[in-house]
């Protein structure tokens, strides 16, 4: 059984404008000791998902199913949350600076987090654990810099500071949040290192949510692609970047520059993301699809095994035949001026049925 | 356009000698200037007419006040800034709004840079205005040209900023600074705040217009992988200097200087087998704080291969091991082809060096918690 099971999740919110749709029937597998990258861009609803399953989500509609370690966090009460969120499932943000209270020491602060969850651990034992913490992640002179405040770190040492608090009780998940976005890339590379490593020492399973494609080929077991509040393929690591399904990794994957270098045109993917609200029926990609055919306008596509091999899954209706494909990628851009946005959309609404 | 027409050859579009910029630095209760902070210090470096120079670094490095000191948005503490073939670095205000319609900026914040309160029309107008080229009908033609030109829907000319994407915001920057038909544009990390599908877009808009116009630009960013893909030669500033320039191949074929490796092997590559079979440099510790920077070298105190004479001395950025004219170092001990940078140890005291001297996870790694409170 896998660590976290997350089965059809959705998210809706009210707004001004109608019900937003932020996730719409997620479901993966963590197993233990391993990597999940979701990767999206924003407002993919990446961060919207895993905030849910850790209760974080307060005005929403939610249903579906979370199971972690046995015990359904969805609908989940608070008090059960709070024995689970900090001390099973550890959290780290993108911005280490908002999410570390600038008024008390970071000592204090992973003590007072030490404590909350076990009032038997006396304050100087949670003190000589936080110190320790500090320099598990790397951070020089720990035993100094334990009575700093957040504001005398710098960024990456905030970061390093926020996984210390993360892993303070040992969690078996850590679900990291763009953990990396907000550093400088030496830095970046720094963060990363000791997430492996922590990983590798105690186990942890990870939820890396990154939009960086680079860090998903550097850390990551599995990966799910979302867009629009769904999964759009679900794979192994190297077949996601190699022979991946989906349109839409394609595309993503497509419009990063080349490793040569050259001063050639990249190929983005056209248009824009759809709004959440009132998303008509189809696959949501379809409108920037390159090979969308009537079929994607009618049904949405459900994740669904590719190319025979039970790990990869694409919610896609396309065939994996390369030449079927690139007949319709034709037929589309026939009807299709190769016009970024405005233009694209305008198509976009003789091209549906 | 008229540019490089009056133009010898070989004079390049903008130097900058010697630059250097600092900024006050007011601490203690009665805010007194206590320090000096050398945002820039001693820069010298040219930009050729119709080439793309990629400026990169870390965040403080200096990159962007580099580019407003070129821009003349802030005023130099010495040193000279040559905009085709001028001085013009004690021009004043009068005399610069004339060169400012030649050197433009397109910024990093698509959502900051754009007034939300004014319309698209009227924010890609201003230029118009403000020089006094085009008013009335003829105004609204030309904005109408040039949001056509952008990529951007003409009839979207009373729209407001909040009613753009992120995408297209940087578009209307883009138009905005393309409506006087500068020489010079200088883009301040143009497409980080995009997503990749749309950076792919704007990245295409950028040099579909250098083509189109025949362009300049200086394109200063942190992420090197775009860098490589737009400039054809790139600088890498560390702390206030450049420490390494070269034509965009060479900088990755022939590296020399240990932080541009560094720099390099810390981008995450989206190749699974490269990302597993590639050198890895992990750089110990932070950036050093520019208000007092480390002596000799100042990557010294981070580098791998770190001497003796690194600590002492300065390094001059000269061309090394028998690279062009055109491909400067500011390294000691440069790196030859193929040399292999993680195997390299530094021989300087432990007190030269960030983080206690020790590589944060060599240190970690010797004393696990275990025990006591798991």
């Known amino acids: 059984m896998a660590l976290l099971e997350v089965r059809d999740l959705r998210v809706a919110f009210n707004t001004p404008d109608g019900v937003l749709e932020a996730v719409r029937g997620l479901s993966f597998d963590v197993d233990r000791g391993s990597t999940l990258a979701i990767v999206g861009e924003s407002g993919s609803g990446k961060s919207v998902a895993t905030q849910t399953i850790t209760g974080l989500t307060s005005g929403a509609r939610v249903s579906g199913s979370a199971r972690f370690d046995g015990t359904e966090l969805i609908g989940a009460s608070s008090e059960v949350l709070r024995t689970i969120r900090g001390a099973r499932i550890g959290m780290i943000f993108q911005d280490p600076l908002s999410s570390l209270h600038p008024y008390y020491t970071v000592g204090w ?233 405005e233009s694209a959309s305008a198509t976009r609404v003789e091209v549906r049925p | 356009m008229t540019e490089s027409m009056t133009q010898p050859k070989n004079e390049p579009l903008l130097r900058v000698e010697g630059l250097t910029k600092s900024f006050p630095v007011s601490s203690g209760s009665w805010r007194r200037n206590t320090a000096q902070v050398h945002a820039v210090d001693d820069v010298t470096l040219e930009i050729q007419t119709g080439e793309t120079l990629g400026l990169v670094g870390e965040t403080g490095c200096g990159k962007s006040t580099l580019a407003r000191c070129m821009a003349r948005l802030y005023d130099v503490t010495s040193g000279t800034v040559w905009f085709d073939g001028r001085d013009i670095t004690h021009l004043d205000r009068r005399e610069m709004r004339v060169v400012r319609r030649d050197v433009q900026m397109i910024f990093q914040d698509p959502y900051g840079s754009l007034n939300p309160r004014r319309r698209v029309g009227a924010i890609i107008g201003d230029p118009f205005v403000i020089h006094g080229t085009a008013t009335g009908r003829e105004l609204k033609t030309k904005v109408q040209d040039l949001m056509a030109t952008v990529g951007l829907n003409p009839e979207h000319y009373n729209r407001f900023p909040a009613e753009f994407s992120g995408g297209q915001r940087q578009r209307i920057g883009v138009a905005r600074a393309l409506a006087l038909r500068p020489k010079l544009v200088i883009c301040d990390e143009p497409v980080s705040a995009l997503d990749v599908s749309i950076q792919a877009q704007i990245i295409n808009l950028l040099i579909d217009l250098q083509d189109e116009f025949s362009l300049t630009y200086l394109f200063i960013t942190h992420d090197l992988s775009v860098v490589r893909h737009v400039s054809d030669r790139i600088a890498v500033m560390y702390l206030a200097k450049v420490v390494e320039a070269a034509p965009t191949p060479e900088l990755f074929s022939t590296t020399r200087h240990p932080y541009t490796r560094a720099l390099l092997s810390a981008l995450p590559v989206p190749d699974p087998d490269l990302a597993d079979s590639r050198e890895q440099i992990v750089l110990s510790g932070d950036l050093p704080t520019p208000t007092d920077p480390p002596s000799g070298c100042r990557f010294h105190t981070r580098c791998p291969k770190a001497r003796h004479d690194c600590v002492a001395t300065e390094p001059a950025l000269l061309p090394v091991l028998g690279d062009a004219v055109g491909h400067p170092t500011a390294c000691h001990h440069p790196l030859t082809v193929g040399e292999d940078l993680s195997l390299a140890r530094p021989d300087i005291d432990a007190t030269e060096r960030v983080g206690d001297g020790a590589f944060p996870l060599e240190a970690a790694a010797t004393k696990e918690p275990g025990g006591e409170s798991r």
């Open chain 1, 109 to 341: 602060q992973i003590v007072e987090m030490i404590r909350a969850h076990d009032r038997s651990v006396s304050t100087s034992a949670a003190r000589r654990r936080a110190a320790d913490l500090l320099g598990v992640v790397g951070i020089p002179h720990a035993r100094t810099r334990i009575d700093d405040y957040p504001h005398q770190f710098s960024g990456g040492m905030r970061q390093r500071v926020m996984i210390a608090m993360a892993m303070a009780l040992d969690p078996v998940l850590l679900i990291a949040d763009e953990p990396t976005t907000a550093l400088d890339v030496t830095v970046q590379a720094q963060v990363l290192a000791v997430m492996r490593r922590l990983q590798e020492d105690f186990g942890t399973a990870i939820i890396l949510i990154t939009h960086d494609l680079g860090v998903v080929a550097e850390m990551s077991d599995e990966v799910v692609v979302m867009y629009a509040g769904s999964a759009m393929e679900r794979a192994p690591r190297r077949t996601l970047f190699y022979a991946n399904h989906h349109p839409y990794s394609e595309g993503l994957l497509g419009s990063l520059p080349a490793k040569g270098g050259t001063r050639d045109r990249l190929t983005p993917i056209l248009g824009v993301p759809p709004s959440l609200i009132g998303l008509p029926a189809g696959c949501p990609f379809a409108p920037r699809c390159p090979y969308a055919f009537d079929r994607c306008w009618r049904e949405t596509p459900p994740l669904r095994m590719v190319f025979d091999d039970p790990d990869h899954a694409s919610a896609c209706w396309l065939t994996p035949v390369l030449s079927e494909r690139e007949a319709l990628r034709a037929a589309r851009v026939d009807r299709e001026p190769d016009q970024p946005q």
